[in-house]
């Protein structure tokens, strides 16, 4: 069975920009979360998305946004980069809300200059 | 205001003898606990759990053990090997699963040979 996948892997962007990223999760899981991944903070929580719905929503201004479409795929969204986005960006899946564990992809690496 | 903290940033440990890893929560409304580890330019991939209801979980070389009452948890790793260098999150969430994971900012173990 194919893991989740992101794209693009690495990403360079410059500040006042916009980026989207994807997330495509196993198979059979409609469950997708996006966290951010820092050096000083660890992983952060950005949201949720479970049947096209958002569940639940991290601490991030608005700047962050995020959506799923009816094939479970899912993309984020940044707008008007700054220089403190650049982060690992990482998606999870999973069957459903609270049900199996969360599989991560690789990851997308915004470096934003 | 950080909720599950992992207080030593790096672990130097040889291999064949014990790795141990602890975490600390403060929200005593978390009842579930995970075990991530990561490798470098990989997403983090699950471990191992623990629920609650329970102090103590094992799965091959890996225990989880829970102490409610201290807010603690520590994850053993007997006996350690090179391929377990990785970086390793502890993660907390309450309502079963049913809200997002909380994570710590991780612990570099570094087994050597």
């Known amino acids: 069975k194919a893991g989740v996948t992101q794209t693009p892997r690495y990403l360079i962007k410059t500040r006042g920009q916009q980026v989207t990223l994807s997330c495509s999760p196993i198979?059979?899981?409609?469950?997708v979360s996006w966290y951010q991944q820092t050096p000083g903070q660890g992983l952060q929580f950005l949201f949720e998305?479970?049947?096209?719905?958002?569940?639940n929503k991290g601490n991030f201004p608005g700047r962050f946004s995020g959506r799923q479409f009816s094939n479970s795929r899912s993309e984020m969204n940044v707008s008007t980069l700054e220089l403190g986005d650049s982060a690992l960006y990482l998606c999870?899946?999973?069957?459903?809300?609270?049900?199996?564990?969360?599989?991560f992809g690789p990851g997308t690496r915004l470096t934003v200059t | 205001d950080q909720q599950v903290k992992q207080n030593s940033p790096s672990l130097s440990v040889q291999e064949g003898r014990i790795s141990i890893l602890n975490c600390d929560y403060t929200?005593?409304?978390?009842?579930?606990f995970l075990w991530y580890k990561k490798y470098p330019a990989e997403g983090p991939t699950f471990l191992i759990s623990?629920?609650?209801?329970?102090d103590k979980n094992e799965d091959g070389r890996f225990t989880v053990f829970l102490n409610k009452s201290a807010k603690h948890l520590s994850l053993h790793i007997v006996p350690s090997q090179p391929g377990d260098s990785a970086v390793y999150f502890c993660?907390?969430?309450?309502?079963?699963?049913?809200?997002?994971?909380?994570f710590g900012k991780g612990t570099r173990l570094s087994v050597i040979a």
């Open positions: 999870a899946s999973r069957l459903g809300p609270a049900v199996g564990e969360q599989y």
């Open positions: 198979s059979g899981h409609r469950s």
């Open positions: 998305y479970f049947s096209e719905t958002q569940r």
């Open positions: 929200n005593s409304m978390f009842d579930y």
């Open positions: 623990i629920s609650s209801i329970k």
């Open positions: 993660a907390a969430t309450p309502n079963s699963g049913n809200t997002p994971l909380v």
